[in-house]
């Protein structure tokens, strides 16, 4: 199925999960349609902007370089977005890149503010691991991280998110 233009916010709300393989390979190949999908990111449609970033993040894991000039813009919407689909994605894709030294302490102090319980697990853990990639940029950072998680720890949570933590703060403690 070839998308365009025209159809793209049609398919983009349409296509079912095994979809999303077709997407990546075909943003992967057209720029345009990825420039294209990119600008949905920032929709006013939750639905449409959740899909696209899904989209964007599969695609850029395998191929960093398409959304590596796009940084300040990622950093931006995770800065200033409420829909915890997108934070996840922007999280997710943030750590897959070294933060711009002029973002790092708006990146930092975001991702400690998504470590809150009230975010859903998946958004925490990947504020976590950002957090810890940071770390190895910043290692004056790894005290303060340390003692969050492991408070973070004390009042328990997901299998997954208790789990990330624990070979987290293990890494940290061993550097």
Same mark, same amino acid.
């Not at 199925?1 to 057209?30: P, Q, S």
């Given at each position: 199925?070839l998308?365009?233009a025209? $159809?793209?916010?049609? $398919?983009?709300?349409?296509?079912?999960?095994?979809?999303?393989?077709?997407?990546?390979?075909?943003?992967?190949?057209?720029?345009?349609?990825?420039?294209?999908?990119?600008?949905?990111?920032?929709?006013?449609?939750?639905?449409?902007?959740?899909?696209?970033?899904?989209?964007?993040?599969?695609a850029?894991?395998?191929?960093?370089?398409?959304? !590596?000039?796009?940084?300040?813009?990622?950093?931006?919407?995770?800065?200033?977005?409420?829909?915890?689909?997108?934070?996840?994605?922007?999280?997710?894709?943030?750590?897959?890149?070294?933060?711009?030294?002029?973002?790092?302490?708006?990146?930092?102090?975001?991702?400690?503010?998504?470590?809150?319980?009230?975010?859903?697990?998946?958004?925490?853990?990947? !504020?976590?691991?950002?957090?810890?990639?940071?770390?190895?940029?910043?290692?004056?950072?790894?005290?303060?991280?340390?003692?969050?998680?492991?408070?973070?720890?004390?009042e328990?949570?997901? !299998?997954?998110?208790?789990?990330?933590?624990?070979?987290?703060?293990?890494?940290?403690?061993?550097?």
């Amino acid at each position: 199925m070839l998308y365009n233009a025209d $159809n793209i916010k049609e $398919n983009i709300l349409d296509f079912e999960v095994g979809g999303i393989e077709i997407w990546r390979k075909t943003v992967i190949t057209d720029e345009r349609l990825f420039n294209q999908l990119f600008q949905l990111i920032f929709s006013d449609d939750k639905r449409l902007a959740w899909r696209s970033c899904w989209i964007i993040d599969t695609a850029s894991e395998e191929f960093p370089e398409l959304l !590596a000039d796009k940084i300040p813009e990622i950093i931006a919407g995770l800065l200033f977005t409420k829909n915890s689909s997108l934070k996840r994605h922007f999280t997710r894709i943030l750590c897959r890149y070294k933060i711009p030294n002029k973002y790092l302490g708006e990146v930092v102090n975001r991702s400690f503010e998504l470590l809150l319980p009230s975010e859903p697990p998946a958004v925490r853990v990947f !504020a976590m691991q950002l957090l810890f990639n940071i770390t190895q940029e910043l290692p004056d950072l790894k005290g303060e991280l340390i003692c969050v998680i492991e408070s973070l720890m004390e009042e328990g949570g997901s !299998a997954g998110f208790l789990n990330r933590s624990g070979k987290l703060l293990r890494k940290l403690r061993s550097q």
